[in-house]
């Protein structure tokens, strides 16, 4: 753990039990959500591949660097890190060990005695309009532009849809700032973004979901978001009837 104080509206939920440890984790593999992995001189960004609740073990990725996994390798305390759905999830394993997962090298190490995470208050997301749907644009860190659909919609964050590898494997932590949600008759709300949790979308293919978080919403914007996610429940809440 970082040791860093977490906002009065969070609370810590340690799992202890190798069995929900397991399958918690085992969530995560099957929902291929990047994880950091701090091996005491750096950082890599991993997905889990398999997770074995009898052996109390898992496996993770290899990197992409040999000289990265050799210090992996060397490391006699890994601590992981990730924010799913904008949950923040930590948790510190042994030394890990080198096997084959389908045929390619990767990672072996024990389940942690527990695994933290950092609930902070959650909000309401709404889906958003699949025909016609809002869109947002800004530009990554490089200079490149972007435009890229809205996929759900809450006051915390928003989640994003690409077909663009590039952007897909950007950095967990990333920041975009002054990115315009573009919301048809609610007008352009411009916000800071910070990304989260990318994943493949649930029904495959090259389509790639984008979990963002908001660094700040100014009480403007707030408004525009919360008129906005109340007006889509109450057309979703009508075509369910």
Known sequence: ???????????????????????????????????????????????????????????????????????????????????????RIEFTTGMPSEVSHDSAPAFEVALPKVLFRMQRREYFRVETPVVDPYFCSGQLPDGQSFRLELHDLSLGGVALKTQDENIANLEVGLTLNNVVLHLKEYGGVTLNLQLVSPRPHPGGGKLFILGFRFLSVPAQAEKVLQQLIAQLEIRRGALLR
């Open 1 to 87: 753990m970082t040791g860093e104080a977490e906002p009065t509206d969070s609370a810590d939920f340690g799992l202890r039990n190798p069995l929900e440890i397991g399958t918690f984790l085992r969530e995560l593999a099957t929902r291929q959500d990047f994880l950091t992995v701090d091996y005491g001189y750096g950082q890599i960004v991993t997905r889990l591949l398999h997770v074995d609740t009898e052996s109390k073990t898992f496996i993770f990725d290899y990197g992409a660097l040999r000289p990265v996994n050799h210090a992996v390798l060397a490391a006699h305390k890994l601590r992981f890190g990730a924010s799913p759905d904008g949950v």
